[in-house]
């Protein structure tokens, strides 16, 4: 079936850090994968995506790669601000009608200044 | 800008008592979903729908009931409320694959606690 593996959170860092947040995933067929973002107290958001093997997804300083040989769309971004800290998902679209998604668990991430 | 709201963001409720959440689009999405998001465990489909008076089942819909009447009107019904429902309940709405970037707007959630 489908499924999405994040890594275990809370992730902490100092403003300026670099971040990885890794996603891996299983699906049948060649699935869009996406990262999604939730700031606190709010819904979630679309981060940026990929719609097939090897595109970039990029938005806010964020990218993520859609690797289908490692089945991987790591996040990443080379200097985090306070202002994201949020709780990110990865998540792939199921294939068929109607963009049915399925959600990683969410990894919390705490930028401090 | 897309906006979907929910009738209400915190909700306290007894067990055994029934609990409508609503949701409303007003971009005219032909589709529209129902989250609970717990911790560890992410967002997890309930019931979704393609289209007026259209309902599927999502991975967990035991417990849950839902009803579109309208296309930019989702309910969710919790016909008789259990402890382990207490969650955050997060609705969204899509345009069908095709016609948009299969991009999901949320809602702001609503937080559901059952004593």
């Known amino acids: 079936g489908n499924s999405v593996t994040q890594m275990e959170g809370p992730v902490t860092l100092s403003e300026e850090a670099f971040l990885t947040i890794n996603c891996t995933y299983t699906a049948t067929g060649y699935p869009s994968l996406f990262w999604y973002v939730q700031y606190p107290g709010e819904g979630l958001q679309l981060l940026l995506k990929a719609t097939k093997a090897d595109d970039k997804g990029s938005n806010k300083g964020f990218e993520a790669t859609y690797r289908k040989e490692t089945t991987s769309f790591h996040l990443e971004k080379g200097s985090v601000q306070v202002s994201d800290s949020a709780v990110y998902f990865c998540?792939?679209?199921?294939?068929?009608?109607?963009?049915?998604?399925?959600f990683g668990p969410g990894t919390r991430l705490s930028v401090l200044p | 800008d897309v906006k979907v709201t929910q009738s209400s963001r915190y909700l306290v409720k007894r067990t055994g008592e029934k609990v409508f959440l609503e949701c409303v689009q007003d971009m005219d999405h032909e589709n529209m979903f129902w989250y609970r998001q717990d911790p560890g465990l992410g967002l997890r489909l309930i019931y979704f729908?393609?289209?007026?008076?259209?309902?599927e089942k999502g991975d967990i819909p035991e417990g849950y009931s839902v009803s579109r009447e309208k296309k930019e009107r989702f309910s969710l019904i919790l016909e008789s409320t259990s402890t382990n429902q207490t969650s955050m309940y997060l609705c969204?709405?899509?345009?069908?694959?095709?016609?948009?970037?299969?991009?999901?707007?949320f809602g702001p959630g609503t937080r559901l606690l059952v004593l």
């Open positions: 998540a792939l679209s199921r294939d068929n009608y109607g963009q049915n998604f399925v």
């Open positions: 969204a709405s899509s345009f069908p694959r095709g016609r948009s970037q299969e991009t999901q707007y």
């Open positions: 729908s393609y289209d007026v008076k259209m309902k």
